[in-house]
């Protein structure tokens, strides 16, 4: 951390270190016998410094994250708050680091409809889930605003964070301090015709007696935190707005990503 | 480290990277306490001023009672005295004495006096009560590098999740001086810290112990070796111990396959292992 008496003068032309090799006067063409690298003491002598004269509290970490278009164009409404879920072992996605990014009603989307052959889920047990599916963290903006084929989104993955208020605890208010979690629950089968809505807001029909996860915001007061198969922090509330959002709406964000969208935002922070 | 005679908490560190929030003291609990408001306290009340003062570095409560009057407000309301704490109102601990009745088990009171409580974070400035400025409330920490002072029973080690918890009365046999830390009123019963295997096991048993209830006050890691009285580094973290259906722990996703930091027994879940020992604490 630097004091205030080091930033005292005149400001300097804007060079990190003005002595070789990090000078841009040594940016010279690498020779044959590559006597013109640096040394071992020069690496281990780092000229980028993080130097801020006020503590670090409350910051936030970023990564870019490209993402594989979906054939229905769900990744095209994705917005800020939403919580990202990233496939793992997509081998496809390596040459070009595109990654298939799934927000929440994605996400659940995905879980109760992928079928194997057979005609069975894919997805019919946690531990499935959690080998196929990574929490990435929460989306903050789009870097590339350019292309209106592919979306590279900024993603918030520690500290401050905007996130979709989607949590009611089941009395009383949602207020600072409260941890908030993602947990996986399992849904029993009905012998009864159920439809549910897709990440579009289109129903569709449910089979009978089949049983499907889901991923649910949850917290520890709730009943679905007492029978989740796996509990995921997402982070602590530091600021909460006063309206509290109606149940069908906190129900609907789950699956509809307009919904979702439509939710007011809190303040988390997450991975602390 | 930095240990020294006086049990001072000296910080090595500036607190990099931490995350801070406003808060409110809790000033019904104050009142309630201060007052003498409560009926067979598990803890002794305490009626001088200085005792009720958060200090920087106090291990911070709220509580958690179904019957507590709420304040109607989005804020988070905290206290950093253990004094006047409520059990289940079967036996009243002396504050250094022997237990009134030998055959109570502190175990189903302890259960009893932590289900009221929710841990909320570290002081990071102070606040008096009788003089500071309710609506502008003071900073607490929930996260990042800190150093805090142990004036738990146990002895840390690096890498030990370590957890808030009210003082035992077993501590007290051992050491007279309840707040071992110089500077803190001796009536003052601070919050303290203490292994995440251990409470686990207060609250539980041995055999069984208790991580359900023992993971909601977790506080952070160690870094540091720390005898009772002496200062603890630690990283504080809130939410990132990832829980499974087996009550097991994971102190980040890359650990979810391997082997878990914290293992329980056969219970399936928080609810389950706290019925088990509500049960357990009847008999």
Known sequence: MASIASLKGNPTLGNVNSSPPFSFKSLSSVRGDYGSKPGVSALQNPTLHNNVPESMVNSTARAPLFVRPFQRGFEKHYSEGDVLFVKRGDERSAPRQHHVVANLPVMNYILRSEKNPDNSLVYDSTKKIITDYNYFGILNNDMDTGSKWQRLLNVNVRGRSRVARLWAPERGHLRRGDCLWLAIVRRDGENKIKSMKDPAGVRHPLDRDVSYYEIVPTMDCCADFQRAEFKLPIGIVSQVTLKKPHPSSLMDGRYVTETCKSLERIEVLMRI | ?283
């Open chain 2, 1 to 283: 480290m930095y240990s020294n005679a006086k049990r001072r908490r000296i910080k090595p560190f500036a607190r990099p990277t931490s995350f801070d929030i406003n808060v409110a003291y809790d000033i019904r609990h104050y009142q309630k306490i201060k007052y003498g408001n409560v009926i067979d306290p598990y803890f002794p009340a305490v009626g001088t001023d200085e005792a009720f003062q958060v200090m920087e570095g106090e291990i911070l409560m709220q509580t958690n009672a179904p019957g507590v009057r709420r304040y109607g407000d989005h804020q988070m309301h905290v206290f950093s005295f253990a004094n006047g704490l409520k059990g289940s109102g079967t036996s009243v601990l002396n504050a250094a004495g022997p237990p009134k009745n030998e055959d109570t088990t502190y175990n189903g009171d302890k259960v009893a006096v932590m289900e009221k409580l929710k841990y909320a974070g570290v002081a990071v400035t102070e606040f008096t009560p009788e003089k500071d400025v309710f609506e502008q409330g003071f900073v607490m920490t929930m996260a990042g590098l800190n150093t805090l002072f142990n004036n738990g029973a146990s002895t840390l080690y690096p890498g030990d999740l370590i957890c808030a918890d009210i003082p035992n009365p077993a501590d007290r046999g051992s050491r007279k001086n309840r707040a071992l830390q110089t500077g803190i009123p001796h009536n003052k019963l601070q919050f303290v810290v203490t292994p995440l295997s251990k409470l686990a096991e207060d609250l539980g048993t041995v055999e069984n112990p208790n991580t359900g209830m023992a993971s909601r006050f977790i506080m952070g890691t160690a870094l540091s070796y720390s005898k009772p009285g002496a200062p603890v580094d630690v990283v504080l973290h809130k939410c990132n111990v990832i829980v499974s259906d087996g009550g097991g722990f994971y102190e980040d996703e890359s650990k979810f396959t391997s082997k878990p930091a914290v293992k329980s027994s056969k219970s399936t879940s928080k609810l389950s292992s706290e019925k088990s020992n509500k049960k357990k604490s009847k008999n």
